[in-house]
C-alpha cells in the first residue's frame, strides 16, 4: 500500500530562521530520508520551492488559462512530499510522525489510490 | 418436530441473536475483510438459520455455525457477482482456498477487541467513532444512534458510510494495536465509551428511556474492556460510569426536574452498582500509575461511601481534584474544585476561587460557573449578588430541565 505524505507548514518562517536552525532540519531530513529507505518505507520524496513559484493551469470551455499563485491560499502551505510504501495506515502515520516537518508543520497522509 | 418444537427454536435463534450477532460480525469482519460485507453475511447467516434450524435443530455451537454459514454465502455472493466484476474472482478465489477458519473463544474475543479499536481509530472524527461504534459494536440502528444524539438519521448514516470507506480505503488495520501503540489508542476507546455514557446520564435530550439504553451500552462497553483487556484505566471507567449510574433514580424527580447531589435522597441510590463500583475502583487505584477516569472514578467513591453530603470526606475530594488538575489543568476542573473546598472550608473560600476563575474570563460564558456562584453567594446571604448570578447563569443555559432548575433557584430566593 502506498501512501502519499505531503508536508504543510508555514512557508514564510523558513526565511526568518536563524542559520543554524535551519542547517539542523536539513540534517533532520537527511536522517530521516536515509532511515526511511533503509526500512524500506521511501520510494521518492521531495522538498517544493515556495508557493510563490507556483502557477495554477486549467482549461475552461477550451481555453488554457495559466494563472499565479498556488490553487489555494492557506496559512499553512504545501512544502514538499514523501510517496512511501507501508503496510496500512498504522504504519503510515508511524512513518509520517517521524517526518521532520511534522514537529512545526502538519503531514497530511493520503493513500494512494490502486490503479483500476 | 412438532410446530411448539420449531418455534422454541425460532426464540432460540432471536436469543443467539441478541447474544453471539455482534461477536459473528466482529469475526466476519477479520475473515471477509469488509464491514458492509460482512453485514451482509451476518444477515444471511441469520437467515440461513431461521430456515434451518427449526429443521435441523440447534447446533452444538451456534457461533461457529453462523461464522462458518456467513462466510459461504460470502463466497456464494462473490462468486456469482464476479461474472460482472473481475475484481471479485481474485477475494472469492482467495477466501475459497483459505482453509476452514477456527472460531475458538480466544480468537473470538480478539475479534471484538479489534472491533472496538478499528471503529475507535483516530484517523476517524470523534462523531464518526461514536456512531460507527454504537451501530458496530453494540448492534444499535442508524435510527436509535440519531434519535439518541438529535441528529438526522440520514446524517448519523452518512457519518457511518464515510467512516467504513476511509477505513477500507485507508487501509485502517483490523488489529489489536501493538504494546507501544496501546495507551494512546486506548485513551481514544475509553472517550469514546465515556461520550457514550454522558449522553445517556446527562440531562440533554428528552427521552429517558433511550438515555438510560445508552448508558447500558456504554457499561455493557466498559464491560467487554475490562474483560479482554483489563488495563487499569479502562477499569476506572468502569468504575466511575457504575457510580454515577447507580444515582440514576435519585438524580431526577418522576416529574423529571432535577435533584443537586446533597440533596438526593441516598437511600435510592443503587446499592450493588455501588459496591461494583468501588471494588473496582480500589482496583484501579492500586496500579503505579492512575489516569484521570480513575481520579473521577476515586471521587465518585469519596460520594458513594458518604452518608449524606456533611458526612462527605470533602478533603479527600479536594485532594483528588488537585491530582486531577495537574494532569488535566481545565477551569472546568477547577470549578469542580472549588466547589469542593467551598464544601470544606466554607462558601467565603469557595467563591474567592470561583470570583478568580470568571475574572480569568474562560468560564464567563459557562452556566454552571455563574449557578455555582449563585448557589454559594445564597448560602452566605448575599441574595442580590445570587440572584444577578442565577439570571446569568439563565441567560447561558440550554437544557430544558437545567433552566427550570435554575429557575426554582431563582424563584426561592
Redesign the interface.
Known amino acids: ?1 502506498q501512501y502519499l505524505c505531503l508536508i504543510y507548514s508555514d512557508e514564510t518562517m523558513w526565511p526568518k530562521m536563524p542559520k543554524a536552525e535551519t542547517d539542523s532540519m536539513m540534517s533532520e531530513y537527511m536522517a530521516f530520508t536515509a532511515k526511511a529507505k533503509e526500512s524500506g518505507h521511501y520510494i521518492g520524496g521531495n522538498r517544493l520551492q515556495p508557493t510563490h513559484s507556483a502557477t495554477s493551469v486549467r482549461i475552461r470551455n477550451g481555453n488554457l488559462s495559466a494563472t499565479d499563485g498556488p490553487f489555494a491560499e492557506t496559512k499553512e502551505q504545501l512544502g514538499g512530499y514523501y510517496l512511501i510504501e507501508a ?4 504504519d503510515a ?1 508511524q512513518v509520517a510522525s517521524r517526518i521532520p516537518g511534522a514537529k512545526v508543520g502538519t503531514i497530511e ?1 493520503r ?1 494512494i ?1 490502486p490503479v483500476p | 418436530m412438532s410446530y411448539d418444537g420449531s418455534d422454541q427454536v425460532r426464540g432460540r435463534v432471536d436469543e443467539v441473536y441478541r447474544t453471539e450477532s455482534r461477536r459473528v460480525l466482529a469475526t466476519l469482519i477479520r475473515l471477509l475483510g469488509d464491514f458492509d460485507l460482512a453485514e451482509e453475511a451476518l444477515h444471511d447467516a441469520f437467515a440461513a438459520a431461521l430456515e434451518r434450524w427449526p429443521r435441523e435443530g440447534l447446533p452444538s455451537n451456534p457461533r461457529a455455525w453462523l461464522v462458518s454459514a456467513g462466510r459461504f454465502k460470502a463466497i456464494d455472493g462473490l462468486r456469482r457477482r464476479a461474472r460482472f466484476d473481475g475484481a471479485l474472482t481474485e477475494l472469492a478465489l482467495r477466501l475459497e482456498t483459505e482453509t476452514e477458519p477456527v472460531v475458538d473463544a480466544h480468537a473470538v474475543e480478539d475479534d471484538q477487541l479489534r472491533l472496538i479499536f478499528t471503529c475507535c ?1 483516530p ?1 476517524l472524527t470523534p462523531d464518526a467513532q461514536v456512531a460507527l461504534t454504537l451501530r458496530e459494536v453494540c448492534g444499535l440502528t442508524t435510527e436509535a444512534i440519531a434519535h439518541a444524539f438529535l441528529a438526522n438519521p440520514p446524517a448519523v448514516a452518512q457519518r457511518i458510510v464515510r467512516a467504513k470507506a476511509k477505513i477500507r ?5 483490523y ?1 489489536v ?1 501493538a504494546r507501544s ?1 496501546l495507551p494512546g489508542r486506548l485513551e481514544s476507546v475509553l472517550h469514546v465509551v465515556y461520550l457514550v455514557f454522558n449522553e445517556g446520564y446527562s440531562a440533554s435530550s428528552g427521552d429517558s428511556v433511550v438515555r438510560k439504553e445508552l448508558s447500558a451500552e456504554a457499561i455493557r462497553l466498559g464491560r467487554i474492556l475490562v474483560a479482554l483487556l483489563p488495563e487499569p484505566e479502562a477499569i476506572g471507567l468502569l468504575a466511575l460510569m457504575l457510580l454515577h449510574e447507580s444515582r440514576r433514580e435519585a438524580r431526577v424527580t418522576p416529574e423529571g426536574e432535577l435533584v443537586l447531589l446533597d440533596e438526593q435522597d441516598r437511600s435510592r441510590w443503587n446499592r450493588s452498582l455501588i459496591e461494583e463500583g468501588l471494588t473496582l475502583a480500589r482496583k484501579a487505584l492500586s496500579a503505579p500509575e492512575v489516569g484521570v477516569f480513575t481520579v473521577q472514578a476515586a471521587i465518585a467513591a469519596v460520594h458513594a461511601e458518604a452518608k449524606n453530603s456533611n458526612a462527605t470526606d470533602w478533603p479527600a475530594i479536594v485532594e483528588w481534584y488537585d491530582v486531577l488538575y495537574r494532569a488535566d489543568p481545565s477551569p472546568v476542573i477547577a470549578l469542580n474544585r472549588a466547589a469542593a473546598v467551598a464544601m470544606r472550608d466554607g462558601p467565603a473560600s469557595g467563591l474567592a476561587l470561583i470570583d478568580a476563575l470568571l475574572e480569568q474570563g474562560e468560564l464567563s460564558s459557562y452556566h454552571l460557573a455563574h449557578s455555582a456562584r449563585a448557589e454559594l453567594c445564597r448560602r452566605l446571604g448575599r441574595a442580590g449578588e445570587a440572584r444577578a448570578s442565577y439570571a446569568a447563569a439563565l441567560a447561558l443555559v440550554k437544557q430544558e430541565p437545567e433552566r427550570r432548575f435554575l429557575e426554582r433557584q431563582l424563584n426561592s430566593l
Open positions: 500500500m503496510k496500512d495506515l498504522n502515520i497522509v493513500p489510490a | 481509530h484517523a480505503d485507508a487501509h485502517i488495520p488489529q494495536p501503540d
